[in-house]
């Protein structure tokens, strides 16, 4: 009776039936897991491209901040006042606004005048990546972006 039972169980493991369901779908879930973690790699990377897109735009509009005192007077300085720059670059971000789902809370976190007229300008956001805004969003953790943009008055 052992000896039927133990042929019976090697017989059994012997069997290879069923095994290659396993791993086709243990390799399928691999699979998708990677396609899903760079969909939401390239949709952040597609969000910060819009941000900088944004910040560019914002520094332009900054750079149009001219002080005519400076501009027509022979002073020192930049011809740029910080604070005519920076009310332009908010006015900016109010009137033409990055329009996405999963972008907020975009903000001027810095915005430098320098001696030449140059305007760097700094944005901050949060986004939420695609597949995974719905853990992000519930957990109430997205992923922070900082993009720089710079414009010159000419």
Request: aromatic letters at 4%; charged letters at 20%; proline letters at 4%.
């Given at each position: 009776?052992s000896?039927?039972?133990?042929t019976?169980?090697?017989?059994?493991?012997?069997?290879?039936?069923?095994?290659?369901?396993?791993?086709?779908?243990?390799v399928?879930?691999?699979?998708?897991?990677?396609i899903?973690?760079?969909?939401?790699i390239?949709?952040?990377?597609?969000?910060?491209?819009?941000?900088q897109?944004t910040a560019?735009n914002?520094?332009?509009?900054?750079?149009?901040?001219?002080?005519?005192?400076?501009?027509?007077?022979?002073?020192?300085?930049?011809?740029v006042?910080?604070?005519?720059?920076?009310?332009?670059?908010?006015?900016?971000?109010?009137?033409y606004p990055?329009?996405?789902?999963?972008?907020?809370?975009?903000?001027?976190?810095?915005?430098?005048?320098?001696p030449?007229g140059?305007?760097?300008?700094?944005?901050?956001?949060?986004?939420?990546?695609?597949l995974?805004?719905?853990?992000?969003?519930?957990?109430?953790?997205?992923?922070?972006?900082?993009?720089?943009?710079?414009?010159?008055?000419?």
């Amino acid at each position: 009776m052992s000896r039927t039972l133990l042929t019976a169980l090697r017989e059994r493991l012997a069997a290879t039936r069923g095994s290659m369901t396993i791993l086709t779908t243990g390799v399928l879930v691999v699979i998708l897991l990677v396609i899903a973690v760079g969909t939401a790699i390239t949709g952040v990377q597609l969000e910060r491209t819009a941000l900088q897109h944004t910040a560019d735009n914002v520094a332009l509009a900054a750079s149009q901040g001219v002080d005519a005192y400076r501009l027509y007077d022979a002073g020192d300085g930049p011809v740029v006042d910080v604070g005519t720059a920076r009310a332009a670059a908010q006015q900016h971000l109010r009137d033409y606004p990055l329009s996405t789902a999963r972008t907020e809370d975009i903000h001027l976190a810095d915005l430098t005048v320098d001696p030449d007229g140059t305007v760097h300008v700094v944005l901050s956001a949060r986004t939420h990546p695609p597949l995974a805004g719905w853990f992000t969003r519930g957990t109430e953790t997205a992923i922070p972006l900082t993009v720089e943009g710079e414009a010159r008055a000419r």
